[in-house]
Each structure stands twice: as structure tokens, then as C-alpha cells.
């Protein structure tokens, strides 16, 4: 279970987020939406234990992130926006260093490591391989296989799915549902509404630092009084006039 109870985070004078509260329910799909710059990453963040919140708590599983980050860190599984790889590493070895700094038992981390490797279809031959020398969604596969590596009961994401092929994405999103429907929580950042809609059980829109609305899917269309997701969110983050900014666009560039 993920709380986020009065949390605040600054920068300096800048309030990114602001008196956010929020409860991710054990075995959920929760999403957060947010245009760019709403404080979706910042959020993220503190939740990893990456940076800590000005005011208010964050718990994890009932364990506070700021008095007990290392404890707190072991239920986590994170899958950041722009993961860093060791380049000079092959996928093995990567894999491995991973599974020492969490001090795991290396042979029950062999036995995951491999069953993951294999799920996502990377062969021994690409195993072998630099890093460096991976493709984007190569490096997108390791990442979440470092996150999963230690089955962790809480998964944070932020745009896992990114550079990911059709086969991986879709074998992704199965263990995913399927690690809720086995009582893990899910905390899923994205602007890729649709995967948003079909994957998470309740939707939270950041705008601003402030959290607009809350709900299910259906919950967030009826208080929009929208017909699809994307223009509630357009709706509730007061995005542009679609079709009259694309016009005044189409305007002023045929004016020259
Ligand atoms: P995006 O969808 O573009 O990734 P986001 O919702 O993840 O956006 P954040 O990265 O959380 O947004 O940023 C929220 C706000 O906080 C932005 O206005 C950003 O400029 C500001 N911000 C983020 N990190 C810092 C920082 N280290 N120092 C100062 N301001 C920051």
C-alpha cells in the first residue's frame, strides 16, 4: 500500500507538488496523469526515496520513506523515465550487480534473472553482449528485469513501456495485471492515455502540482462529461481549444 498523506515538495521557492493525499489500496493499478511540468516525476521520486518531500509523509506499506528509506527500499521496484545502465557492462553482469546490491542469494537470483531474461525474449547471445551496444528497448527490457529481479510487493513505474516492441509491451502489461491480482501495488506514470485506461483501476490528474480529480476511468468521463479519456484530461488540466488552436496555427502559417 502507497500513502501520500499533505505531501509538498519545493524547489527553492517553487512549489512543484501541493498538499497531495492520496492512498494506493495493496493489489491496485493506480495511474497519474499530468501534462508536462504538472510534478508527476517529482512525485515519483520521492516515492522511490530519490528526494525527499518539504512537507508531509509518504509511506510505504505503512513505512515512512524519510525514517526508514533502506527498510522502505526493499519493497520497491523502480522503473525509472530515463534509466542510467552501466555501459561498459554486459545484461549478465548488470543483472548480477543488481542482485548483489540488493543482497539477494545468488543462485534464487540466477533462477529469477534468467526466467525474466527469457520472458522478454533476450537470448543467451544478447545476454553476452555491451550494453552499449543494446538498442533502446534492450535497455528499456534490463531495466524492468532490475526491477523485478527481487519480486518486489510495490512497482513503481514511469513510462515503463517506453521504447518497448508490441510482443514485450504486451507480455509487460499481462505481468503487471497479474502481479496485482497477486496483491503487489502499482503506481503507474504515463501519457500514453490508452495503455492508462485498459491497465490502472483508478486514475489520479496532477495539474500544477494539484491533484484536479480522482477516480476510475468511468468515474473521470462522467465527472468531465467527456466521451474519452483524452479529452477529459484535456478537460480537467483546461488544455487548449483543440480546434480552434489548430486553426490559428493553420492561419497564421497560411498567411505567409
Ligand atoms: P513531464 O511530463 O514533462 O515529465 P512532470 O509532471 O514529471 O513532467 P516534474 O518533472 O515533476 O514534472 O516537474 C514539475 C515542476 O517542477 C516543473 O515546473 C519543473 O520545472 C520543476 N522541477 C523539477 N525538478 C526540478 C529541480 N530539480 N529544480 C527546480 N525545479 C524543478
Do not use: W
Not at 48 to 56: E, F, I, N, Q
Not at 96 to 104: G, K
Not at 216 to 236: D, R, V
Amino acid at each position: 500500500m502507497i500513502e501520500l498523506l499533505h505531501f509538498s515538495k519545493s524547489y527553492g521557492n517553487f512549489v512543484a507538488v501541493e498538499d497531495l493525499s492520496l492512498r494506493v489500496e495493496t493489489g491496485e493499478i493506480f495511474g497519474l496523469l499530468g501534462p508536462n511540468g504538472a510534478g508527476k516525476s517529482t512525485t515519483v521520486k520521492v516515492l522511490t526515496g530519490l528526494s525527499k518531500p518539504t512537507t508531509g509523509k509518504v509511506l510505504i506499506n505503512g513505512l515512512d520513506i524519510t525514517e526508514q528509506p533502506i527498510e522502505v527500499k526493499k519493497h520497491i521496484g523502480y522503473v525509472p523515465e530515463n534509466a542510467l545502465l552501466y555501459d561498459s557492462l554486459t545484461a549478465d553482469e548488470y543483472i548480477d550487480l543488481v542482485a548483489e546490491l540488493r543482497h539477494m542469494e545468488m543462485i534464487r537470483a540466477h533462477t529469477q534473472r534468467d526466467e525474466l531474461f527469457e520472458l522478454f525474449g533476450l537470448t543467451g547471445e544478447d545476454r553476452k553482449k555491451l550494453l552499449s551496444e543494446y538498442s533502446k528497448g534492450m535497455k528499456q527490457k534490463v531495466v524492468i528485469i532490475a526491477a523485478l529481479l527481487h519480486n518486489p510487493d510495490t512497482l513503481i513505474l514511469d513510462e515503463p513501456l517506453s521504447g518497448l516492441d508490441v510482443n514485450a509491451s504486451l507480455i509487460f502489461k499481462e505481468v503487471l495485471r497479474k502481479f496485482a491480482s497477486h496483491g503487489k501495488t502499482l503506481f503507474f506514470c504515463s501519457h500514453v492515455l490508452d495503455v492508462v485506461e485498459k491497465l490502472c483501476d483508478r486514475i489520479g490528474i496532477l495539474n500544477k502540482g494539484q491533484l484536479v480529480a480522482i477516480g476510475t476511468p468511468q468515474e473521470l468521463l462522467t465527472l468531465s462529461g467527456q466521451p474519452t479519456l483524452e479529452l477529459a484530461f484535456n478537460k480537467l488540466t483546461n488544455g487548449a481549444d483543440i480546434q480552434r488552436a489548430t486553426e490559428e496555427v493553420l492561419r497564421a502559417l497560411s498567411s505567409f
